[in-house]
C-alpha cells in the first residue's frame, strides 16, 4: 500500500485512555447507554438542562484538551496511549520511506480536537529519528493562518547543482471537527499551540454542577432521574456567550456557531472527498464510530469509486457487525473486529492490524 495514496480517519477511540469520551453511564427508558449527543438532543428545548450538559461536557471533556501537556502525563495508561501514537506515526513513515514519487505524503483526517497528534510529530522531530514535514494547514511565521490550500503542497530537496529532487515525507494533519488550538482571527483562522487557556466556568459553577456530572459517571442511574440545576438568564447567557467561541464541532446535529470555522468544516470534507475519489485510494478508519452523518455519507458515496479500498478497524464485535451491515452493499470495503469477547484498542491497533511486521494474534487464556 506505501505506493498508494493512503489517507487515515482517527476518532475519539485513539484518545481514550488520555480524555474522556461522550460515552455516559446512565442509560434511556430503553435500556441503551446514553451518551453527551443522544441527552444534548433530548434537551434542546430545555433550556437548564442543555446548560448544564454544554458546562458539564465542557469541564470533563473540552478543558482537559485545552490544559493537555505530554510533559505532564505521569500514570502509565496515558503514557502507553502517547507511546501508541507515536508507533502509529512511525508506520506511517515508515510507509514513506519506501515510497519513490516526488510527492511523499500521507492525510491523517481526525476528528479529535486534542493536539496529540502534532505534539508527536514534534517529539519525533526533536528525536531526530526521523526526516519528515509536520503540515497542519498553516502557513505564516509570527502568526500562523490556516488555510485547505496548504494541504495541497510539499516540500523536496535538491542536489548543490539542482540536478536531483527528493521528496520530503510529509504528514498532512486535518482536523475534521476543529481544535482547541485554533481561533478566529478578523476572517481568518489562526493556529497556536499553547495550553494557557482559563476555563469558562468559575468554581462555583463547577460546584453547582457537581451533582449533575457525578450522576452521568455513576452507573445504575437513568434519564429520568437526571438531576435538575437552577440557574438564571443571566449566568447562562454568559456561558453560552463563551461556550460559543470555541472552534470545535458541538455533540449535536449542528455544527459551528461561527461562519468562518463552519466554512472551513466544509473545505475540509470535500477534501477528504477529493481524496478518496483520487486512483489507487486506500483509507484507514480506526476509533471513529461514523456517528458524524456528514462524514458518513462522504465515505459511502465515495466508495463508488472502485480504486478505492476501505478498512474499518472496530473496537469490538458488537461495532464491527453494526458497521459490516452500514456498509453491505460495498465490496471495496473491508469491516476488521477483534475475537469475540477481544477489544481492539490502539495497542492491538498497532500490534495486529497496523504495522508494518504485523503480529499474528494469539489469544489469552481470558479469550478462549
Request: charged letters at 20%; proline letters at 4%; glycine letters at 6%.
Amino acid at each position: 500500500m506505501y505506493n498508494k495514496n493512503v489517507n487515515i480517519l482517527i476518532g475519539s477511540g485513539a484518545s481514550a485512555d488520555l480524555f474522556p469520551t461522550l460515552a455516559l453511564n446512565i442509560k434511556d427508558a430503553n435500556g441503551e447507554w446514553e451518551t453527551i449527543e443522544k441527552l444534548a438532543t433530548k434537551f434542546e428545548t430545555y433550556h437548564e438542562k442543555h446548560t448544564a450538559l454544554f458546562m458539564h461536557y465542557y469541564n470533563t471533556c473540552i478543558f482537559p484538551v485545552q490544559t493537555f501537556s505530554p510533559s505532564m502525563v505521569k500514570d502509565a495508561k496515558r503514557l502507553a496511549n502517547l507511546e501508541n501514537y507515536e508507533t502509529f506515526l512511525k508506520t506511517l513513515l515508515g510507509l514513506l520511506d519506501r515510497r519513490k514519487d516526488l510527492n511523499r505524503k500521507i492525510n491523517i483526517f481526525t476528528t479529535n480536537y486534542d493536539g496529540c497528534l502534532a505534539h508527536t510529530a514534534d517529539d519525533l522531530l526533536i528525536k531526530g529519528s526521523h526526516d519528515f514535514v509536520v503540515n497542519d494547514g498553516t502557513s505564516g511565521f509570527h502568526k500562523k493562518h490556516l488555510h485547505a490550500k496548504n494541504f495541497n503542497t510539499f516540500q523536496c530537496q535538491t542536489g548543490i547543482f539542482e540536478r536531483t529532487s527528493y521528496g520530503i515525507p510529509q504528514l498532512n494533519i486535518i482536523h475534521l471537527h476543529g481544535s482547541v488550538y485554533w481561533s478566529k482571527s478578523g476572517e481568518k483562522i489562526e493556529v497556536t499551540y499553547s495550553n494557557d487557556f482559563k476555563n469558562l466556568l468559575n468554581p462555583q459553577t463547577i460546584n453547582k454542577i457537581k451533582k449533575f456530572s457525578t450522576f452521568l459517571g455513576t452507573k445504575g442511574g437513568t434519564t429520568a432521574s437526571i438531576p435538575v440545576v437552577s440557574f438564571t438568564s443571566q449566568q447562562m447567557n454568559r456561558f453560552w456567550s463563551e461556550y460559543k467561541k470555541l472552534p470545535i464541532v458541538n455533540p449535536t446535529k449542528w455544527k459551528f456557531h461561527e461562519t468562518v470555522f463552519e466554512e472551513h468544516y466544509y473545505q475540509m470534507l470535500r477534501l477528504l472527498s477529493y481524496e478518496l475519489e483520487k486512483p489507487n485510494s486506500i483509507l484507514i478508519t480506526f476509533g471513529f464510530s461514523f456517528a458524524d452523518e456528514h462524514i458518513l455519507k462522504l465515505v459511502q458515496r465515495s466508495l463508488s469509486n472502485p480504486q478505492l479500498q476501505t478498512f474499518i478497524c472496530c473496537y469490538n464485535q458488537g461495532s464491527a457487525e453494526a458497521m459490516k451491515e452500514e456498509f453491505k452493499q460495498w465490496k471495496n470495503v473491508k469491516v476488521i473486529g477483534p475475537p469475540d469477547g477481544v477489544k481492539m484498542d490502539f495497542s492491538a491497533f498497532n500490534k495486529y492490524v497496523f504495522s508494518l511486521k504485523p503480529e499474528a494474534y494469539a489469544p489469552l487464556e481470558d479469550d478462549i
